[in-house]
Nanobody
Framework: QVQLVETGGGLVQPGGSLRLACAASGLTLDLSAIGWFRQAPGKEREGVSCSSSRGGGTFYEDSVKGRFTISRDNAKNTVYLQMNSLKVEDTAVYYC???????????????????WGQGTQVTVSS
């Protein structure tokens, strides 16, 4: 059974940083495409970043380019999202998701992912 658990959310002031972690069980994340998504109140879930299998390719949504970084620790079967220079508009519940092997560019559509974590709240406020 595949399970994803996100941690690392919290309350941070604008300009601050957080690192989200997505720990997996039941599959090998290195062989899987991983996506990070977020959903703010009253808004649709949107793709933030993704990484192809074996880290072959990464994608960042325009609003987070240069501020967010996706990375993997294969020994821990965990994927991270380092978020720097956080803005109020980054406030949302953040989810990680996986869908198995993707050798080309990772998909950023939520519909492309099969397994989801429970989400972690990120609040950016002064």
């Amino acid at each position: 059974q595949v399970q994803l658990v996100e941690t690392g959310g919290g309350l941070v002031q604008p300009g601050g940083s957080l690192r989200l972690a997505c720990a997996a069980s039941g599959l090998t994340l290195d062989l899987s495409a991983i996506g990070w998504f977020r959903q703010a109140p009253g808004k649709e879930r949107e793709g933030v970043s993704c990484s192809s299998s074996r880290g072959g390719g990464t994608f960042y949504e325009d609003s987070v380019k240069g501020r967010f970084t996706i990375s993997r620790d294969n020994a821990k079967n965990t994927v991270y999202l380092q978020m720097n220079s956080l803005k109020v508009e980054d406030t949302a519940v953040y989810y990680c998701a996986t869908r198995g092997w993707v050798g080309g560019m990772c998909p950023i559509s939520a519909a492309a992912y099969y397994f989801w974590g429970q989400g972690t709240q990120v609040t950016v406020s002064s």
